[in-house]
């Protein structure tokens, strides 16, 4: 059994970077700590020990409300296949409904049955396949084309 809680200091989120893609940088998660609308919720077991965590950013549009976006989602490999992946799910769900969202949804990978299977069963529904397009944006890169003025 885990007890998720919404992580607050940037020591929980460098505390849970084995279950990041990549190392947790401190000056990265305070940003995302200070930057509103941004959630994450640890999955802890009884010793402490961070088994998964769940993602959130809250975006709205002018013309559809508020939604909360399941931006990412991990559960260490030897907490797999019990449970937390989903009740993270469910917790961040909860925790978008208080926020007042009136929807919420994710992008997942079309041929991971792991993560479809979790978020199926936490109540989500097929709403079509989509393509994911990217940029790479960091310093040294072509300008885009947009502009300040």
């Not at 970077?17 to 802890?44: K, N, Q, S, T, V």
């Not at 097929?126 to 947009?146: H, I, K, S, Y």
Request: net charge negative; with cysteine; hydrophobic share 40%.
């Amino acid at each position: 059994m885990v007890e998720i809680r919404r992580a607050t200091t940037v020591a929980e989120l460098v505390a849970a970077e084995h279950l990041y893609d990549g190392p947790a940088r401190e000056e990265w998660a305070a940003r995302f700590l200070a930057a509103p609308g941004h959630l994450m919720l640890i999955a802890y077991t009884e010793d402490g020990f961070p088994a998964g965590f769940v993602s959130g950013v809250e975006m709205t549009h002018p013309d559809k409300d508020t939604e909360m976006c399941l931006y990412e989602l991990s559960v260490d490999e030897s907490h797999r296949r019990r449970g937390t992946g989903r009740a993270l799910t469910e917790a961040l769900l909860t925790a978008a409904r208080a926020r007042g969202c009136h929807g919420a949804w994710v992008g997942v990978d079309t041929d991971n049955g792991p993560a479809l299977a979790t978020y199926r069963a936490a109540g989500a529904a097929d709403e079509g396949v989509f393509a994911m397009l990217g940029w790479e944006l960091r310093p040294g890169t072509e300008d885009q084309g947009l502009s300040a003025e």
